[in-house]
């Protein structure tokens, strides 16, 4: 004989439901984050090769946080032995065509960009996310430039400036420009400061 359906009884299940389904999901995430954060390390350190001279120390272990014009970047200083050879600074901007850039962009001691690489974005695919296309014009086109040398103005050239856009994506281009403008202001507030006080 089926039991009669009360609102008690329709309670009690679905209580029973979300209290199985929350601890499966806990567990889930217990055994996925340590994976995940170890994948996120291992990307940053990668990108962090990618922009910088060659070191011998940890940047990841000794990185600090730097704020300029009320944006927080993330420096990881590359040293080899006990001279500092590259800054690879983490920075990103909000102005990209899909949302947030973030990049990796190395600078080698006097403030010339070494490389950039791309931490995350959320571009056009085929359009704005070209700009995690390595060795492309567009990216290549930064490296050996200094935003502090006068004869570059660091913007598109549609703006006045002295750089390619990627066909199309002049938005997400702009955007990409802004993270490096970013970066060297947390990179020029390094310089204020010696070196900002470590976390």
Excluded: W
């Excluded at 800054?87 to 102005?95: D, G, L, M, R």
């Excluded at 974005?121 to 990216?139: R, V």
């Excluded at 040398?149 to 660091?154: A, E, H, V």
């Amino acid at each position: 004989m089926a039991r009669e359906s009360t609102l008690t009884n329709m309670v009690v299940t679905l209580f029973a439901v979300c209290l199985v389904s929350a601890a499966l999901l806990g567990g889930l995430y217990a055994l996925t984050a340590e994976p995940i954060a170890a994948a996120q390390t291992a990307k940053i350190n990668t990108a962090i090769g990618g922009v910088v001279p060659a070191f011998d120390n940890a940047p990841s272990a000794e990185k600090f946080t730097v704020e300029a014009n009320g944006k927080t970047s993330t420096v990881y200083p590359a040293k080899k032995g006990n001279e500092v050879v590259g800054y690879a600074i983490e920075a990103s901007s909000s102005a990209g065509f899909g949302g947030n850039i973030t990049l990796m962009v190395g600078f080698t001691p006097d403030g010339t960009i070494n490389g950039t690489s791309v931490i995350s974005h959320a571009e056009t695919p085929g359009l704005g996310a070209k700009i995690s296309d390595s060795g492309s014009h567009f990216i290549t086109q930064f490296e050996g430039k200094n935003p502090g040398d006068p004869n570059f103005k660091f913007a598109v050239k549609k703006d006045g400036g002295s750089f390619d856009a990627i066909t199309a994506s002049t938005i997400t281009s702009r955007a990409y420009i802004d993270v490096l403008n970013n970066a060297y202001n947390a990179f020029l507030n390094i310089n204020k400061s010696g070196e900002a006080q470590q976390n």
